[in-house]
């Protein structure tokens, strides 16, 4: 079967019952096409380099359904080489027009920004491709290599402190475009806490990390893990499991679980035959033979069963329901939240954010709700009535629910901004910091995973290109656009750049530069660079941050205790004495 033919009878087993997201585009042209109610309207599309295929489907029908249609595209005159992946998009849309007989045009727009006020990034980005060197001195760009993420981070953070306590920028001004978002927003999220850094990330956040969703998922965990400490203990630290009487919802009492918890671990408490039963030994423990004239104590068994007993009814509810269809165990997951006063702890909980004019936090927490219950009404659709057993409807459960995920609205308007090349591209901003600068990261390199090979690349592209439709890019075309995004990212650097790299990762394998870094020392040569990996970090990075300064201080004191203290550290010192949350730690 050809890779059509495969894909057709896919379309066929799901088109009549089920949607996939991906083709919401193109339902989309299809209702642009098929009503008027756009027949008045003028469409402006501004900041795209490149369409997906059926965004190129989308422009199609408003050409024939609207007013007009406007879109800007970068691009210089000559368009060789970094801009001609822009120069393919104008070619397509032109023939779109061409051929769905629209009359189209271009306007050049030839004036220079002005909005770059640093000669040094103006020069760079003009001379990206011919890497001509520059006559003057480099004085708003810096490299810095450090020793590793961490290292890099507080490099970072360091910087910023010193732009806004010295050069009077706001942290809003200010933005960091990430290599691997992933491996540094948990560093970041410490450093620049530590700091006091407000910044914001619109990275999409997976549901299953949430402690709602943990609490919901610990209904199979306990289960399958027949009672395990850990997992009974996890479920009832989560925060979302709730006690409700005629005054109304409340958390459960951390006190009543640290009761528990005490019980439980002295005793040696585990599985479903244990906590099924009732606890009526009260001094004796499992460590009576080991630990000799121990303090006897008396629990108060009475209340230790009564939590014991409220406890496990969700649970024996859950397990009492015999039904093995998507619908009886959805329905019975269902009742488990019911249960636990899920949706009412979270009313609750909405209801002191909203108090507090935490109102992002808030819609959070709703949207939590809403996407268990939407992945619930998934899977009793897609499923059937077919039978299944609890196990693996936890599976399929787990794996719905870690497909969704959380954006983020920021909190505030004044926060650096951190984002990746691909993904939230900055608008200008006063200084610009690219970290994680690493060879295959920034630009990013094609994976070479490809299911076509290039003879099959090639053969499709001709059959296609009588039918005016063509092939993704291919490896080449892929780091063409990396590189043109990378571009992008620089130019909205209007006074200050900031390109950093860690010498090794976190295993602690070396780690090679950036060909962007190679590039730009060609092009300045006396570009500022520096490292702490050989290097010692200056006293002024050191104590930016109040918190790590005063451990920073610490250890300069502790390094020279043998001798005399420098003067400086010995200043430090005296300072932090005068701080009442640090004076009293300074002879730990």
């Given amino acids: 079967l050809s890779i ?3 894909y057709e009878k896919y379309l066929g087993q799901f088109s009549d019952d089920f949607t996939d997201s991906d083709d919401n585009m193109t339902r989309l042209a299809e209702l642009i096409s098929s009503g008027g109610i756009f027949k008045n309207t003028y469409f402006y599309i501004d900041n795209y380099d490149n ?26 005159e000559d368009t060789a080489g970094l801009f001609e992946p822009v120069q393919q998009t104008k070619n397509r849309l032109f023939a779109i027009a061409h051929n769905a007989g629209v009359p189209c045009g271009s306007i050049s727009l030839t004036e220079k920004p002005d909005y770059i006020k640093s000669p040094d ?14 006559a003057d001195s480099c004085e708003n760009i810096e490299i810095f290599t450090a020793r590793d993420i961490y290292s890099e981070s507080e ?24 290599g691997d978002i992933s491996g540094y927003l948990h560093i970041i999220t410490s450093v620049f806490a530590d700091y006091g850094i407000p910044f914001f990330t619109d990275e999409k956040i997976n549901v299953t990390m949430h402690p709602i969703v943990k609490t919901v998922l610990s209904l199979f965990d ?28 409340s958390p459960v009492n951390p006190e009543d679980i640290d009761l528990l918890d005490t019980y439980v671990t002295a005793h040696g408490i585990k599985g479903k035959k244990a906590w099924f039963s009732d606890w009526t030994e009260s001094g004796e423990t499992i460590f009576d033979d080991v630990i000799e ?32 269809t998507s619908s009886a165990i959805a329905s019975a997951v269902y009742d488990f939240m019911c249960r636990i006063n899920l949706y009412d702890g979270i009313v609750y909980e909405c209801g002191k954010l909203d108090g507090l004019g935490m109102r992002n936090e808030s819609q959070q927490i709703k949207q939590i709700w809403n996407t268990i219950s939407e992945v619930l009404n998934q899977l009793v659709i897609t499923m059937g009535k077919g039978s299944i057993s609890r196990e693996n409807f936890a599976l399929y459960f787990k794996s719905g629910l870690s497909a969704c995920e959380l954006s983020i609205i920021p909190p505030g308007l004044d926060r650096v901004s951190l984002g990746t090349v691909s993904r939230n591209s900055p608008s200008r901003v006063r200084a610009l910091f690219i970290i994680g600068c690493s060879y295959g990261v920034i630009p990013a390199s094609a994976s070479g995973q490809s299911l076509l090979t290039p003879l099959d690349r090639s053969l499709l592209g001709t059959s296609l290109e009588k039918k005016n439709k063509e092939l993704a890019p291919d490896d080449a075309g892929s780091n063409a656009l990396e590189r043109l995004k990378l571009y992008g990212i620089v130019s909205t650097a209007q006074e200050k750049l900031y390109i950093s790299f860690p010498a090794s990762d976190t295993e602690g394998n070396a780690v090679a530069p950036s060909t962007f870094i190679s590039d730009v020392k060609n092009i300045f040569p006396d570009v500022k660079c520096s490292d702490n990996v050989i290097s010692k970090p200056s006293a002024e990075e050191l104590l930016s941050s109040q918190k790590r300064g005063f451990y920073y201080m610490l250890s300069k004191l502790s390094e020279s205790s043998r001798e005399k203290p420098e003067k400086l550290w010995s200043r430090v010192y005296e300072l932090y004495s005068l701080i009442p949350e640090y004076s009293g730690k300074q002879s730990l």
């Fill in 51 to 76: 369409f997906m295929p059926q965004h190129f489907k989308i422009i199609q029908a408003l050409l024939l359904n609207s007013r007009g249609v406007y879109i800007t595209l970068g691009m210089p």
């Fill in 4 to 6: 059509n033919e495969i």
């Fill in 293 to 324: 004239n121990r303090n006897t104590e008396e629990y108060d068994l009475e209340k230790l069963n009564s939590l014991r007993k409220k406890i496990i009814a969700p649970f024996a509810a859950f397990m009492e329901n015999k039904g093995r």
């Fill in 222 to 249: 306990v289960i399958q893990e027949n009672w395990s400490y850990n997992s009974v203990f996890t479920y009832l630290r989560s925060g979302y499991v709730y006690d409700k009487d005629e005054t109304g919802v």
């Fill in 121 to 134: 990034i103006r020069y760079l980005l003009a001379n990206w491709e011919s890497g001509k060197k520059y």
């Fill in 155 to 178: 490099h970072t953070a360091a910087k910023i402190i010193s732009l806004v306590r010295d050069k009077k920028l706001r942290f809003r001004d200010i933005s960091i475009v990430c």
